[in-house]
């Protein structure tokens, strides 16, 4: 399963749409508001993976606010970075940690 609003579907494109949608990595892209604008298929099968389906899918689909999905004092770090981003034209890359109670996790997020 793969969400990409029409607008945005352009945008998208320049990166490779098919080459997004066949990796494992989780990918969204975002309007300049914050509003997710397109989720890929890794998306959907991480949060199935890992019991957030279907209240991902239901709350946080096309047009939903990523910031507020976000623990509040991490809001203003992922404003700032993706607003820096957008300004300066280059990609923001960022490693965190996001292990489960039995599996760590550490990823690259740009």
């Given at each position: 399963m793969t969400l990409c609003d029409t607008g945005f579907e352009p945008l998208v494109c320049r990166f490779g749409l098919e080459e997004l949608e066949a990796s494992s990595s989780i990918t969204y892209g975002l309007w300049a508001d914050f509003r997710l604008a397109?989720?890929?298929r890794a998306w959907f099968e991480f949060a199935a993976a890992n019991g957030g389906e279907p209240e991902i899918s239901e709350q946080w689909?096309?047009?939903?606010?990523?910031?507020?999905?976000?623990?509040?004092?991490?809001?203003?770090?992922?404003?700032?970075?993706?607003?820096?981003?957008?300004?300066?034209?280059?990609?923001?890359?960022?490693?965190?940690?996001?292990?489960?109670?039995?599996?760590?996790?550490?990823?690259?997020?740009?």
């Amino acid at each position: 399963m793969t969400l990409c609003d029409t607008g945005f579907e352009p945008l998208v494109c320049r990166f490779g749409l098919e080459e997004l949608e066949a990796s494992s990595s989780i990918t969204y892209g975002l309007w300049a508001d914050f509003r997710l604008a397109y989720l890929s298929r890794a998306w959907f099968e991480f949060a199935a993976a890992n019991g957030g389906e279907p209240e991902i899918s239901e709350q946080w689909g096309l047009g939903s606010d990523l910031l507020a999905a976000l623990a509040a004092p991490l809001r203003e770090f992922y404003r700032t970075a993706y607003l820096g981003a957008l300004a300066s034209g280059k990609p923001w890359e960022h490693d965190f940690e996001c292990s489960s109670a039995i599996l760590y996790r550490k990823y690259r997020q740009t």
